[in-house]
């Protein structure tokens, strides 16, 4: 089913995730919309889900500021989940509502809110943290993937973090910074928090982070990589057409993936949505969506 508004034809500003969420809380009573959170400048972390709560699968986007265009993907799938458990359709063939009977939906759009603002908006977007924010970015804001703290949300969770922070070290990153930095302690972050506390007081049956760029998906982290992660992961390559991959330097350890998995011990992917150089633009919301539409139904229902 294609969806297509206005909404999805200007960047996912806190402006424009306000205008969504209105829009989809007032067509779908049946939508629950629930904050998890707070970022470190205030701004709300927000849940929507839909169908049974006891077993739930989990997709999250933004952890970086520049890939706000992940926050609009899931947007879009989410629009179309609804008008199809309205209307009894489906998607890419898939009866939705009739597997959501069993398994719930859960989506958080954007986890790093002030990454998002700043990026698109500047320093100024950083609140108190507008000092702190200019003197880090020197300029460069506008290629700002951290949040308000300087901290790397994909780096502060807690796996193989002391690896990973050897790994920064080594590469220079000593400090906060506008990417990669992990923080002085993993979750020290409120917004790693919001989701770790999600995760760990609701049973997710799976999760997936959407990132940009790449066309790529990861799927494994170290021993505790469940047996039918590579399964899962072959059926979302081929029904997508991206590669399945394994991270490399930085990429490895400290992300929500690597800590779902090692914690959790339940499957995890992270999926690397298009091509091009970040911020990836709206315009190309409607080639990635429709390449992606089918994994996320099958995601939905595995």
């Not at 989809?24 to 629950?32: D, G, I, R, V, Y």
């Not at 505790?224 to 072959?234: F, G």
Request: glycine share 10%; charged share 25%.
């Amino acid at each position: 089913m294609l969806v297509k508004t206005k909404y999805y034809d200007t960047p996912a500003d806190e402006q424009n995730r306000t205008r969504i969420t209105k829009m989809l809380t007032e067509q779908f009573p049946f939508l629950k919309y629930e904050p998890i959170g707070e970022s470190r400048c205030g701004r709300k972390i927000e849940s929507f889900s839909l169908g049974c709560e006891d077993e739930q699968v989990l997709f999250c986007g933004a952890f970086h500021g520049m890939e706000w265009l992940t926050s609009l993907l899931l947007f879009r799938f989410l629009e179309t989940v609804c008008r199809c458990v309205e209307t009894g359709g489906s998607v890419c063939g898939i009866n939705i509502d009739r597997f959501l009977d069993r398994r719930g939906l859960i989506i958080i759009p954007c986890v790093n809110p002030d990454g998002v603002e700043i990026s698109l908006n500047g320093e100024c977007a950083a609140g108190k943290y507008e000092r702190r924010v200019s003197e880090i970015a020197d300029g460069k804001a506008h290629r700002w993937q951290a949040n308000a703290f300087g901290v790397d949300i994909n780096h502060n969770f807690n796996a193989g973090w002391r690896e990973l922070k050897l790994r920064e070290q080594n590469c220079g990153i000593s400090g906060p910074s506008i990417t990669q930095y992990g923080g002085e302690m993993p979750e020290s972050e409120p917004e790693t928090k919001a989701l770790t506390k999600l995760c760990r007081t609701r049973n997710i049956r799976h999760a997936t982070a959407f990132h940009s760029q790449g066309e790529e998906i990861y799927w494994s982290y170290g021993s505790e990589t469940p047996k039918r992660s590579r399964l899962m992961a072959e059926v979302m390559a081929r029904s997508s057409g991206y590669a399945l991959s394994s991270p490399s330097g930085l990429a490895i350890g400290g992300g929500f993936k690597d800590w779902f998995i090692e914690e959790l011990k339940k499957p995890a992917f992270t999926v690397e949505i298009g091509i091009g150089r970040n911020p990836l633009p709206a315009s190309k919301l409607n080639e990635i969506y429709t390449r992606l539409e089918e994994m996320l139904a099958l995601c939905t229902i595995m």
